[in-house]
């Protein structure tokens, strides 16, 4: 059973775009939120990360906009360039005990020049 | 930069070898994870290290599968006796205690089963 559900699967956006990645969780006990990019043949790098108690957070070009009600959390892309083009996951843990991460299935990101 | 360190990076092995893969963690996180990544997935949590006592472990992890983390440094996981199913990107990642500690990626282990 899929802890983490994302969508889409894949996605294509012009130069300068806005690419929205969703994602949304049932378990109510999650208390940490991190996004992560991966490039062909290298492992995730964390990009950006939110709280629950959190409805927005912004990193540079990336934005995660946090909806505790209705259990659902975004990545927003602001001005996507060419090199943006990657998979990015969304996941969710729950910090105590094993802190152990749930993955969303990714959403590959082409970004067209 | 001294990021998460696996080696090797690709290996290749008969159905029925065993295999071990060896993961660095950035010195001074207590904290080491293995996760496995099949194509077009997103990674799969398979065991967790608190220094070295092995805290956690999935139920994905067989009796086939073994880790270890000796002195609470580099750690290994070991696949005896390989299935088709077994080939993978293996993830190792690490992070210091405390909360909203992110996890710290390598850049993985291909297996690949013939």
């Known amino acids: 059973q899929q802890q983490v559900k994302q969508s889409p699967q894949s996605l294509i956006v012009q130069k300068g775009g806005i690419p929205i990645i969703n994602c949304a969780y049932e378990?109510?006990?999650?208390?940490?939120f991190p996004w992560y990019q991966q490039f062909p043949g290298k492992g995730p790098a964390l990009l950006i990360a939110?709280?629950?108690?959190?409805s927005e957070k912004k990193e540079g070009r990336f934005t995660i906009s946090f909806n505790k009600s209705a259990k659902q959390f975004s990545l927003h892309i602001m001005d996507s360039q060419p090199g943006d083009s990657a998979t990015y996951f969304c996941?969710?843990?729950?910090?105590?005990?094993?802190?152990?991460?749930?993955f969303g299935t990714g959403t590959r990101l082409t970004v067209i020049p | 930069d001294t990021g998460v360190s696996q080696n090797p990076r690709h290996k290749i092995t008969k159905r029925g070898q065993n295999v071990t893969f060896r993961c660095d963690p950035i010195?001074?996180?207590?904290?080491l994870y293995w996760y496995r990544q099949t194509l077009g997935q997103g990674p799969e949590f398979l065991t967790y290290?608190?220094?070295?006592?092995?805290?956690?472990k999935s139920r994905l992890l067989s009796d086939r599968f073994s880790a270890e983390r000796p002195k609470g440094s580099f750690s290994t996981l070991e696949i005896q006796r390989t299935e088709q199913g077994d080939s993978a990107m293996y993830l190792c990642?690490?992070?210091?205690?405390?909360?909203?500690?992110?996890?710290?990626f390598g850049d993985g282990t291909r297996l690949s089963i013939l």
């Open positions: 378990n109510t006990a999650f208390d940490y």
């Open positions: 010195s001074e996180h207590n904290r």
């Open positions: 996941a969710a843990s729950v910090q105590t005990g094993a802190n152990n991460l749930f």
């Open positions: 990642a690490s992070s210091p205690d405390g909360f909203n500690q992110p996890q710290h």
């Open positions: 939110i709280r629950p108690d959190v």
């Open positions: 290290f608190q220094n070295e006592a092995q805290l956690e």
